[in-house]
């Protein structure tokens, strides 16, 4: 999902790009105690954001797993003050019926279901080539009724960041305010050398 991101802000009529990316190991660090998303994101379309959490289903699990995490996250909203939402991508359109009504029944018990906006997807709705295309119009919101499934750079639209997106404050010693490690790579890669210049 990651590399595909990255091909699409390359491409020349991109109106998108990817302003963060961090991996399962990484978001560990920052909610491990509370969540561990397999993924963290941030993409920008033209003046909208958005940002999420990532939820890789491969139809191995229960899906009442699934409420124990939608509870989890509510309770990283709660404390952080930070609405961040989940994308949940899943195997099959059968599956993700079926994983939406459990969805919406954790979020019914949730305090506050405002606080963990939730889209799902399904891997059969694309070419395989292109099943883990995030920019595709696939992401289905659980309590928009009427939507229809929307694109990334639409989520952005839909779900505007309610404060300042995320950042790695592990690179800063809070008491010092210098930084204590190498900061980590930017999401997007350094362009390659231009095809003219390699033939030189």
């Not at 229960?62 to 909203?77: C, H, P, Q, V």
């Not at 009504?101 to 399904?122: F, G, I, Q, Y």
């Not at 395989?128 to 289905?140: F, I, K, N, Q, S």
Request: aromatic share 8%; with cysteine.
């Amino acid at each position: 999902m990651f590399t595909r991101l990255v091909h699409h802000a390359r491409q020349p009529e991109a109106t998108g790009r990817l302003a963060a990316w961090w991996s399962e190991e990484r978001c560990a660090r920052s909610f491990g105690d509370i969540v561990r998303p397999d993924a963290y994101g941030r993409w920008v379309q033209g003046r909208a954001e958005v940002e999420w959490f990532l939820e890789l289903d491969f139809g191995t699990e229960a899906l009442r797993r699934l409420t124990f995490k939608i509870d989890a996250y509510g309770r990283l909203a709660k404390e952080t003050r930070i609405f961040t939402p989940v994308l949940i991508w899943t195997t099959t359109l059968r599956r993700e019926a079926r994983l939406r009504e459990v969805l919406a029944e954790a979020l019914r018990n949730l305090d506050d279901p405002v606080r963990v906006p939730v889209a799902t997807t399904a891997a059969d709705l694309a070419e395989p080539v292109e099943h883990l295309d995030a920019t595709l119009t696939r992401w289905l919101p659980l309590t928009r009724p009427g939507t229809g499934r929307l694109s990334l750079g639409q989520l952005a639209g839909l779900w505007p960041p309610t404060v300042k997106p995320l950042t790695d404050s592990s690179t800063v010693d809070s008491e010092v305010g210098r930084p204590t490690r190498l900061h980590p790579p930017q999401p997007m890669p350094p362009a390659g050398p231009d095809p003219q210049q390699r033939a030189a």
